[in-house]
């Protein structure tokens, strides 16, 4: 292997692990503290799903700044400083008596989260270039952990305290050192715009049905770890501190499968990964379906569909990349149908959990999961069919 380079040197890849470890310290602990976040803003329970909606969308306008910010100022500052400013975000978030302030709060947290998130997808591969495969991955597993230890956290928060507050100080004490890290850290230079190749321009009928992909996905994967605290607490099948491990066992095993995906990434194709991650997410969830009653099956459900979807997101990207032209355009797509899906499906089970009762949760994405692998299947046929593959 190549010595590192002096850029390489001096932007070790620490940082962008502990801020995106740092980043999914807060979407997950959001559902562990909805009872708590309803009960002190006087919302009912199948309105409080609003706060994931707001989330998700702060995070489309966000998304489309942080690119064009990155193209013109130092990414560390601004990642630095986005970082406070969840901080700041996560001290109100638990002194919030009104439902509308809470989702404000909740909108500027995924704004300012999404430059957290173009900034490390970015930067790592400005610094690491054609070595940043293994970077990468290890900066979605770091994204995994953050979101395992942050249940954790509030669970020995409501053991200590008897309340939120603290949990959501502690969230944010953590990410203060990792700012002023990156303040300290000297920025990757600015890139500028190279020359590309012609290409052929995308198939949009694809790049659509991939967009619908994952907005199924996504929908269903921040549904479930958003969501099956409450449904376990509301049908007695854990207490609120058993129910934020469960909460934190989905994100665990989410995390074991991001690391377990690199190898399998190398060896099988991503239509078989896919294909086989998608049919055990169904399976699973029609498990949990019809163990609704056991604690025991619940458990061991939501620990498997934590490990089957984990390799989705990427195995997806994978497959689009060698079957069409892949540009930012293209790519901005996909992450737009991504923060639709988290935008809609948590609010959307969260309006019927008061009416239909707790099955809705695994009864939608029962039917969410099914209409994600209706399309794999129809791009499987359309690949094999008429895309040219690309090596």
């Not at 979407?27 to 009872?35: D, E, F, V, Y």
């Not at 991939?210 to 907005?215: G, K, N, Q, S, T």
């Not at 066992?249 to 995390?255: R, V």
């Not at 029609?286 to 984990?310: E, K, V």
Request: aromatic residues 12%.
């Amino acid at each position: 292997m190549k010595a590192p380079s002096a850029i390489t040197r001096a932007h070790p890849a620490y940082v962008y692990f502990a801020a995106f470890a740092a980043l999914g310290l807060v979407p997950a602990a959001l559902g562990p503290t909805l009872t708590a976040l309803a009960a002190k803003t006087g919302t009912p329970l199948g309105d409080i799903g609003i706060l994931f909606t707001a989330r998700s969308l702060g995070y489309l306008p966000g998304a489309l700044l942080a690119g064009a910010l990155l193209d013109r100022f130092p990414g560390h500052p601004l990642m630095a400083s986005a970082l406070l400013l969840t901080v700041a975000s996560l001290f109100l978030v638990p002194v919030t008596s009104h439902l509308w302030v809470l989702a404000a709060l909740l909108l500027f947290a995924g704004f300012i989260g999404s430059v957290i998130d173009v900034g490390g997808n970015t930067l790592i591969v400005w610094v690491y270039r054609e070595e940043v495969g293994p970077f990468m991955n290890f900066l979605h597993f770091s994204y995994a952990l953050g979101a395992f230890i942050s249940p954790l956290i509030v669970a020995q928060a409501l053991i200590w305290t008897g309340g939120i507050r603290w949990a959501y100080w502690i969230l944010g004490l953590l990410m203060l050192p990792v700012a002023f890290v990156l303040f300290r850290a000297p920025s990757p230079p600015l890139q500028s715009t190279s020359a590309r190749k012609a290409s052929p321009p995308p198939r949009w009928s694809i790049v659509g049905l991939i967009l619908l992909f994952y907005l199924l996905y996504a929908g269903t994967e921040i549904s479930f770890g958003g969501w099956i605290y409450t449904y376990a607490v509301n049908l007695n099948l854990a207490s609120e501190t058993e129910a934020a491990y469960l909460t934190s066992g989905f994100w665990g095993a989410f995390m074991v499968g991001r690391l377990l995906a690199v190898p399998f990434a190398v060896r099988f194709d991503p239509r078989t990964l896919l294909f086989a991650t998608l049919t055990g997410g169904l399976l699973l969830t029609f498990g949990l379906y019809l163990s609704a009653a056991s604690p025991l099956w619940t458990t061991l459900c939501t620990i498997g569909l934590g490990l089957s979807m984990a390799s989705i997101f990427p195995s997806m990207l994978s497959f689009a990349q060698r079957h069409i032209a892949i540009s930012g355009k293209v790519t901005g797509f996909f992450f737009v149908g991504a923060s639709i899906g988290g935008m809609t499906l948590p609010w959307i089970i969260g309006r019927r959990f008061e009416t239909t009762g707790p099955e809705t949760l695994p009864l939608t994405l029962l039917i969410t999961l099914s209409a994600a692998l209706l399309i794999l299947i129809t791009l499987l046929f359309l690949g094999g069919r008429r895309l040219p593959v690309r090596g």
